[in-house]
């Protein structure tokens, strides 16, 4: 639990699992308080403070059908180099078609964040090359990347739409 939780509170280039969380949706119960919490508010409050809290649990729902949820890191050393940026996807399907997508894009912002645009064009939607490209076009809308020594800002928004993606087409392929 200490490595997962110290990945949520990780910064950039660092914990890339956070992203993967983030895009299933996990929900995090801090000591001292009962209710559990989604990962988003707890990321969104690490943003604006600069003491981290102590994790007493992490809640991740486990998706029915594994190849709904895929991950990608993006790095120029492989297999072992930090991030340039890391993507995950849930896309759960019910009849053929998207419901509840969600995406979440690391190194493109101060904490993970998601891709709420890509994520409104995929639900409800077949996962076909026409949505993928549409998906791909929107992914750093919303989206603030940094500029530092592993990439700049702009090479970030360049390559983030090809990664998303190739993501997106291995999970069409299954």
């Known amino acids: 639990m200490a490595t997962i939780g110290g990945n949520i509170f ?3 280039p660092y914990g890339d699992f956070a992203v993967a969380l983030l895009a299933l949706g996990a929900r995090v119960v801090l000591a001292g308080q009962g209710a559990a919490k989604p ?3 707890v990321l969104r409050e690490r943003g604006r403070s600069s003491t981290s809290p102590i994790i007493a649990a992490i809640e991740v729902p486990r998706p029915r059908d594994p190849r709904a949820f ?3 890191k993006v790095s120029r050393i ?22 509840g997508a969600r995406i979440a894009f690391g190194a493109m912002g101060p904490t993970p964040l998601r891709a709420t645009a890509a994520e409104r064009v995929l639900e409800g939607q ?5 949505t993928i490209a549409r998906a791909a076009q929107l992914a750093c809308d919303g989206l603030d990347p940094p500029t530092d020594a592993l ?9 983030a739409g090809t990664h998303l993606k190739r993501l997106l087409e291995k999970m069409e392929r299954g």
Do not use: T
């Open 126 to 130: 077949s996962l076909d090359a026409a």
């Open 10 to 12: 990780a910064h950039h």
């Open 151 to 159: 990439a700049s800002a702009w090479y970030r928004r360049e390559v």
């Open 70 to 72: 895929a991950f990608a």
């Open 78 to 99: 492989k297999p072992k180099g930090v991030s340039v940026m890391s993507i995950a996807a849930h896309l759960p399907r019910e009849g053929g078609r998207i419901r």
């Open 39 to 41: 990962l988003e508010d």
